[in-house]
């Protein structure tokens, strides 16, 4: 049994990871600000003596005595990222150093998550690790991108001088239950549009790529890496398959069956037009790749949305 601190343990990935850790018999402890994240979705790890939550936020210390470190804490969403943007350079940059100084201190294994936004727009595709990126240093997503590159940066500079042992993923477009309804994502969006009967909300012509993993399979990616002791990363974790916005509208009104039509919005600055990850060193050194397929895996969130959803129209009525 180990003991393990997942930073965002609230929030959508951070949920599952808790909750997987605990299935596999470790001591969690999650740590939260509660800005994405929901007691609801911890709520039935409560029960377990196993399982811990602090209210803390990560850009102050934390003395803590642990075996491993999973640094999630940051808003996902550009909705929510770009709503406190120093708040997010802070929770990047000082979260990463006071969980890098917990490590240090304790002799922690770290990991890091990182994004695919650290390629930015990207010019090489598919992105391979060794791509250095095409972000802009001072757009309105520069703070979650750059916050996250400096983040790795921390990563590798304590690794070299102090020898803390880490692990840095980048994870690519990663979805599925637990998401909240108004999470601004674009699949969560779409199915909450759908389910609703709304208009599906396509920023620009709905041509740009993402490539779309489903949250199991991220978090098997992680704790792979978590495991590995031949490599430091970085890492890309996500499903290589790629779509466009369209295709994704498309199949999410298909699935639903719903009659929702489609309402073209402006596409936001700085919008990567084209996002799919090269996962060979994810493959090779993890023997890690996604099994679950987009149909599947919208079929799983749609049902979660679908009962979040008339579980609050219940709950109106009674
Ligand atoms: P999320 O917003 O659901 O979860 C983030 C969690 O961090 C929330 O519980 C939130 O309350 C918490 N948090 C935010 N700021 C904090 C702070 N200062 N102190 C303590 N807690 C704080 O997002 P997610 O999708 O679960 O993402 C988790 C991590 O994975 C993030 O670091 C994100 O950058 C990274 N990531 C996610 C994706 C994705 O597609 N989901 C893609 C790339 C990277
Ligand atoms: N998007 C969209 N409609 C929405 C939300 C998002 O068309 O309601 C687009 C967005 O412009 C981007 C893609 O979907 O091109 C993925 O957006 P998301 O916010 O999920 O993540 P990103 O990969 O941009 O960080």
């Known amino acids: 049994m180990k003991r393990i601190l997942v930073t965002g343990g609230a929030g959508f990935i951070g949920s599952h990871l808790c909750e997987r850790l605990l299935g596999e018999g470790n001591d969690v402890i999650c740590l939260d600000n509660f800005f994405t994240g929901r007691k609801v979705n911890i709520s039935h790890l409560m029960e377990s003596p196993f399982f811990e939550v602090i209210r803390h936020d990560v850009i102050e210390p934390v003395l803590l005595e642990v075996d491993q470190i999973y640094n999630l804490a ?3 969403s550009p909705v929510h990222y770009q709503f406190n943007p120093v708040k997010t350079i802070k929770t990047n940059i000082m979260g990463a150093l006071n969980m890098l100084g917990l490590a240090k201190r304790v002799g922690a294994r770290i990991l890091q998550a990182s994004t695919s936004e650290v390629y930015g727009n990207p010019l090489v595709h598919p992105q391979t690790e060794d791509y250095w990126g095409n972000a802009n ?9 750059e916050g996250k590159r400096c983040a790795e940066t921390l990563m590798f500079a304590y690794h070299r001088q102090n020898g803390v042992d880490i692990k840095v993923v980048r994870i690519f477009n990663t979805y599925g239950p637990r998401m909240l309804e108004n999470d601004g994502r ?5 199915i909450v549009q759908a389910l609703k009967g709304s208009d599906i909300t396509v920023y620009g012509d709905g041509s740009q790529t993402r490539s779309f993993c489903y949250i199991d399979d991220m978090v098997d990616g992680l704790v792979r890496m978590m495991n590995n002791d031949e490599v430091s990363g970085p890492v890309n974790l996500g499903n290589p398959c790629e779509f466009t916005v369209k295709e994704l509208a498309d199949k999410v009104v298909k699935l639903t069956g719903s009659a929702s039509g489609i309402s073209y919005k402006p596409l ?4 990567p037009e084209q996002r799919q990850p090269d996962i060979t060193t994810a493959k090779k050194v993890l023997g890690w790749e996604p099994a679950i397929k987009l ?3 919208l079929r799983r969130s749609i049902e979660y949305f679908s009962k979040r ?3 609050a129209k219940d709950a109106c009525k009674a």
Not at 186 to 190: A, D, G, R
Not at 268 to 271: G, L, R
């Open 74 to 76: 940051c808003p996902a």
């Open 137 to 145: 240093p001072i757009g309105p997503r520069a703070c979650y991108d």
């Open 186 to 190: 674009v699949v969560s969006n779409f």
């Open 268 to 271: 936001p600055q700085d919008d």
């Open 295 to 297: 149909e599947e895996g």
């Open 309 to 311: 959803i008339n579980g």
